[in-house]
């Protein structure tokens, strides 16, 4: 929980500067963008934070996005699928992929930085060959009142990706943290060959993470797609696995595999989120967005690595003095 | 061979860590082309003194001096300039890289100026001369990754000769040899004895110590405890100055063995045959409350043979039975449910997660049943891990500790305590005192008895002859993927065990 302590005091640092600079920033309507934002952002991040976990990465996400998005908008105003249809669709498009994903990396032990870079070349291309490279949007579609609501409407003035994303991180909570599944996606990212010493079937746990990955993709793909409302094959999602991987690391999750919090994960997001606000709303020019963003996950980072190197010094301490005992 | 002036004198040398002395006092002195075995128990002190000398660490107090002038040493490159060289335990050869390029490595020659080339030519003619001088039959270009262990080992040497080492500190150097690579290379401590190097030899292994060393240096608790010169080194001598005790002491209570050995066959092992060694079929069994020990050289097949039995490694064939009934054994899950348990070779790889801490990794394999609905009980899971922690006293403070922060022996213990938390049928030890120290292996030695007696068949694969005799009922004995004998206990003795390991008999 220390870490998290750590990231959080760092939002909060960075909201009151903002808001002091800027009162700006705390006016409704910033807030409900930033909310809107974090909520969207941060469902495909927890499931890119629990490939993390397994020790994996996912790079194909903005790619399928992008993908899911156009095959929405296609389904629904070319092809003729009801609303219902086109969801589920979408939701077993984005978790068949990456079953497919899962399989290749725990069957035929391909490198996940491989397979997923792959599927970020193949469904970028994919996307635009069925547009035709053509921006596509949902017209005049009826009965989408309620996926315009879930992306852009609010709940008591709170938005609703927002109030998604609280739902699915509690639940992600619960499973990741006090599960048997989330202990064994623990220990497989930790160590694979132990935990399958210790019976845990770990090809299944792996791929099943995938899955996940690729469901909350989907939804937030879902999200992303009526909230901007047109979908560029060329454009849509570019860079968001990046957003999902530097919110997740952010969060304390290391690459390494083994490590992470959904708590974390969450932080991660809200502090990219308003790093990105905070580069508008200071007059900094937007070019320097990205290089913002840069300093800011590398400052977090190395402050993290360097309290986790004093507390394991600790412990060894402590261990120390208990046996000179 | 009496040494003039000591070539190297290291005189109350005291080391401090948070919370524990390492070192206290302690003096070696080392002639020129004198062998020195440097012995004791884990944690003795052996390692933080080679450190210091090695320039790894820093003393606290003390005086290092070398051909009698006071040497400061800050760093392992220092070391190397005064001609101190280091065998590890693990390999630190480059194995993407030739020979000659790791015995050069850090000292390149060059050519081409400002260009700095490799003087490739240099560096292979020479490499070829060293090699050759080691009696070592491959070429100067050959990859290090298609070596053995014992040439890769060899090849350090080369390095270490060619930087022109006078003192070679060798730390277990046989522990991963065969018996044949062993003979080789205790040969060749003789052949740089004559040549005047100056070889400290830290080993478990008494026999070497014995046939090899002109003096021991026994530490114990991080201080001198003795020292033994020529003949008067004998095993029963050192491992009493070592521990402060007898050795037989370890094994009380384990023979009784007799009618143990008639009882009903438990687990009967009736076809096995690995990937290693496909055209040999392994067949065994092992009594309830027996202890079937395994010899062997290492690389014999018998971890292949545990690891295949308890399902996390393919096998050709498994026909296995435990109390008449059938097992099919696919993975370890399999095994687990059947009550078959592998206590691996590896502990620190494949027996714990060493990021977990102690209750995690108690509880893992077991994690069903302290929960309800997938959701786990944290009163239920702690209790479970402080239970198994008192039964088999895991010197912990709390179950909340890191594995990663416990001695050997205590790790070894809560790989244990896990599959304690079930009802085993069958355990299977896979060189279970490996870098334990000699307190906690008596330990060890406890608990494998009493779950004998308690009704478990148990498995235990070792290399450590003592060991192997001490706590076995039977021994099995396995040569190249071959088993060539299983010795009752009246049949017991190291040469009977030896003559099956090395397959001249049987």
Redesign the interface.
């Known amino acids: 929980m220390k870490k998290e302590l750590g990231i959080f005091v760092l939002l909060i640092v960075l909201c009151i500067i903002v808001s002091a600079i800027n009162p700006n920033f705390l006016l409704t309507i910033n807030l409900q963008n930033l909310a809107r934002q974090i909520g969207a952002f941060g469902i495909f991040s927890i499931g890119l934070g629990l490939v993390i976990i397994t020790g994996g990465i996912e790079l194909s996400v903005g790619s399928m996005m992008a993908l899911l998005g156009v095959l929405m908008s296609m389904m629904l105003t070319e092809w003729g699928y009801g609303v219902v249809a086109a969801v589920v669709a979408c939701l077993g498009i984005g978790m068949v992929l990456s079953l497919g994903h899962g399989l290749l990396i725990t069957r035929l032990n391909m490198q996940p930085f491989i397979v997923t870079l792959c599927g970020l070349l193949f469904y970028r291309g994919l996307a635009r060959f069925v547009t035709n490279d053509e921006t596509k949007g949902f017209g005049s579609v009826e009965g989408l009142d309620f996926l315009r609501f879930l992306a852009n409407g609010n709940l008591f003035h709170v938005p609703m990706p927002f109030v998604l994303l609280i739902i699915i991180a509690a639940i992600t909570w619960v499973v990741l943290h006090r599960s048997v599944y989330g202990r064994y996606l623990f220990a497989t990212g930790r160590n694979p060959e132990a935990a399958r010493y210790a019976g845990i079937d770990t090809k299944n746990i792996v791929t099943f993470t995938y899955v996940i990955s690729g469901l909350l993709t989907a939804i937030s793909g879902i999200i992303f797609a009526f909230y901007t409302n047109s979908v560029s094959p060329a454009n849509h999602g570019n860079a968001y696995e990046l957003y999902g991987i530097a919110a997740a690391v952010l969060g304390g999750c290391s690459l390494r595999g083994g490590e992470g919090s959904v708590v974390g994960i969450l932080i991660g997001t809200a502090l990219l989120q308003v790093l990105r606000n905070l580069v508008n709303l200071l007059g900094i020019p937007s070019s320097l967005d990205f290089a913002v963003m840069g300093a800011v996950i590398l400052i977090g980072v190395m402050a993290d690595q360097i309290f986790t190197e004093r507390r394991i010094r600790r412990q060894v301490a402590l261990m120390r003095e208990t046996s000179a005992q | 061979m009496a040494a003039q002036a000591p070539l190297l004198e290291m005189e109350g040398i005291s080391k401090r860590?948070?919370?524990?002395v390492a070192l206290d006092n302690v003096s070696l002195t080392v002639g020129v082309g004198e062998i020195v075995a440097l012995i004791g128990e884990n944690g003795a002190g052996k390692s933080t003194l080679m450190k210091i000398l090695g320039g790894a660490i820093s003393r606290d107090s003390g005086t290092v001096k070398i051909n009698g002038q006071p040497a400061e040493i800050n760093s392992p490159r220092e070391a190397s300039a005064l001609g101190i060289e280091f065998i590890h335990q693990e390999l630190s050869v480059l194995d993407n890289l030739d020979v000659a390029a790791n015995i050069f490595l850090r000292r390149e020659p060059t050519t081409g100026g400002v260009l700095k080339l490799i003087d490739r030519k240099r560096i292979h003619r020479e490499s070829d001369e060293i090699l050759r001088k080691l009696g070592l039959g491959i070429s100067s270009r050959t990859l290090l990754g298609q070596l053995s262990l014992a040439q890769q080992q060899l090849v350090e040497i080369a390095r270490a000769l060619s930087a022109g080492a006078r003192i070679i500190i060798m730390d277990e150097p046989t522990s991963s040899l065969t018996l044949t690579e062993t003979r080789r290379l205790l040969e060749l401590t003789k052949e740089l004895k004559a040549e005047n190097v100056s070889i400290i030899y830290i080993s478990h292994r008494m026999h070497e110590v014995e046939e090899i060393a002109d003096r021991a240096v026994v530490l114990r608790d991080g201080r001198n405890a003795g020292e033994i010169e020529g003949s008067e080194i004998t095993h029963e001598r050192m491992v009493r100055m070592m521990v402060g005790r007898d050795l037989k002491d370890f094994f009380k209570g384990a023979a009784g063995s007799a009618e143990r050995a008639k009882r009903d066959v438990a687990f009967e092992v009736r076809r096995l045959r690995t990937l290693r060694y496909p055209s040999h079929r392994i067949s065994f069994n092992v009594a309830k409350g027996e202890v079937l020990g395994f010899a062997g050289l290492v690389g014999a097949g018998r971890s292949e043979v545990a690891r295949a039995l308890?399902g996390?490694e393919e096998a050709l064939e498994t026909d296995v039975a435990l109390d008449g009934k059938d097992l099919r054994i696919n993975?370890?899950?399999d095994?687990?449910t059947n009550g078959i348990y592998?206590i691996?070779e590896d502990r620190r790889?494949?027996?714990?997660?060493?990021?977990?801490n102690v209750r995690?990794n108690i509880s893992?394999?077991n994690?069903?049943s302290y929960?309800s609905a997938?959701?786990?009980n944290f009163t239920k899971e702690t209790n479970a891990a402080r239970q198994a922690i008192k039964a088999i006293n895991i010197?912990?403070?709390t179950p909340e500790?890191?594995a990663a922060?416990?001695?050997g022996g205590n790790q070894q213990k809560v790989v244990l305590a896990?599959w304690l938390t079930f009802a085993p049928r069958v355990l299977i030890f896979d060189e279970p005192t490996r870098g334990i120290d000699v307190g906690a292996k008596a330990e060890i030695y406890q608990l494998i008895r009493k779950l004998a007696s308690d009704g478990v068949s148990v498995i235990v694969i070792s290399s450590e002859m003592e060991e192997v005799l001490g706590i076995s009922d039977r021994i099995a004995v396995m040569h190249e993927g071959r088993l060539t004998g299983i010795l009752q206990r009246e049949q017991f003795s190291e040469e009977a065990v030896m003559r099956l390991a090395t397959g001249t008999e049987g």
């Open positions: 860590f948070p919370g524990v308890f996390v993975d370890a899950h095994a687990i592998l691996p790889q494949s027996g714990l997660i060493v990021d977990f995690e893992l394999p994690l069903e929960s997938k959701i786990i010197k912990t403070p500790i890191r922060n416990l001695s896990r």
